[in-house]
């Protein structure tokens, strides 16, 4: 059985109009012809897929080793439900607005042996344009997670007819306080540091799931890059919906940020807490792809993301990524 998040059928906002009478934002929305959830408006429904995730855990007692590397390969369900109605938000500095959006729920697990990794409810929504503060329109992802840490990522969504995710690479290199993030290129000297990452060397400190290779490992998103070569064979896309979102402010400029338990964020020596969640950053690709031979056309959803980790003096890049296909 899939566990949803959601509101009651009957439940609905009110908007910041009375329950009488149709929101401003509704009504302006529809008179545009534009879906009220706007580049959200794809995501609703359960969508199931496989991905790959990859964690630089702490490790206690640290005289050993103050790390431990996990790489899975992952089955996962992610549920959007529509919250009936706008969400009101009262202004002081600029008048009233209505947001649109919807609840959601993702659970992750190691494709291995059926164990859980992860839970997340959470709520993503439209922002409209706003004065004050000045930005332009946007998305915003309220997620919880329940190792003890929220997230509020704010950021842009672009829809745009027959374009193609242009996914880059990306890495799980570690660095220290005060240094740059290393390039990918760095990899074989990173490794000296950190010999968890060369899967020709065995240690106690990693689990390898089955299927985890050494590419992998180098390029988590080269998992995306060949789900996404393999649904474009024979056919085309028809419609694509990018979705940025970012807990710092290199895309909206005020708000969001990441919230974290005592336990996670409390260490002064060494620093950095336990495992202290910094920044999240995350891409989502919702895809529809032509059907090939008549067939129905193919809704997937694609996404990577980045949680930074800080302990011991260190950023430890959590990254996770996945194919999903609307169910």
Do not use: C
């Amino acid at each position: 059985m899939t566990a949803v998040t959601q509101t009651d059928p009957d439940f609905a906002f009110a908007g910041v109009a009375t329950p009488e009478a149709e929101a401003t934002e509704r009504v302006k929305a529809r008179a545009r012809g534009r879906h009220p959830l706007g580049p959200l408006a794809g995501l609703v429904g359960t969508w199931k897929g496989h991905g790959f995730n990859a964690i630089w855990r702490p490790n206690h007692p640290a005289d050993q080793q103050d790390r431990f590397l996990e790489l899975n390969r992952t089955d996962e369900t992610l549920t959007f439900t529509r919250i009936n109605g706008p969400i009101p938000n009262r202004g002081l500095a600029m008048p009233d607005m209505d947001m649109f959006g919807l609840t959601y729920m993702q659970q992750i697990s190691e494709s291995s042996t059926g164990a859980g990794l992860h839970i997340e409810p959470g709520i993503w929504a439209r922002v409209p344009h706003t004065k004050d503060p000045k930005e332009p329109e946007s998305v915003v992802r309220m997620a919880s997670i329940p190792h003890g840490t929220v997230i509020l990522a704010q950021g842009v969504g672009e829809v745009e007819a027959g374009a193609v995710p242009q996914i880059p690479d990306n890495n799980i290199l570690p660095f220290f306080f005060g240094s740059p993030a290393p390039a990918s290129t760095a990899f074989h000297s990173v490794v000296q540091t950190f010999p968890e990452l060369d899967l020709s060397q065995p240690t106690q400190f990693r689990f390898l799931a089955p299927g985890v290779t050494q590419q992998i490992v180098k390029n988590p998103n080269s998992v995306l890059q060949k789900a996404l070569k393999s649904s474009l064979q024979g056919t085309t896309m028809k419609s694509l919906t990018t979705l940025h979102v970012s807990t710092s402010h290199s895309l909206i400029k005020a708000g969001g940020g990441s919230a974290n338990t005592a336990f996670l964020t409390t260490s002064g020596n060494p620093p950095g807490g336990n495992a202290r969640a910094r920044r999240t950053e995350a891409t989502f690709w919702i895809e529809t792809i032509t059907g090939a031979g008549g067939q129905p056309d193919v809704h997937q959803l694609q996404y990577t993301q980045l949680v930074m980790l800080d302990f011991n003096g260190i950023h430890w890049p959590h990254v996770t990524v996945g194919t999903l296909v609307k169910q």
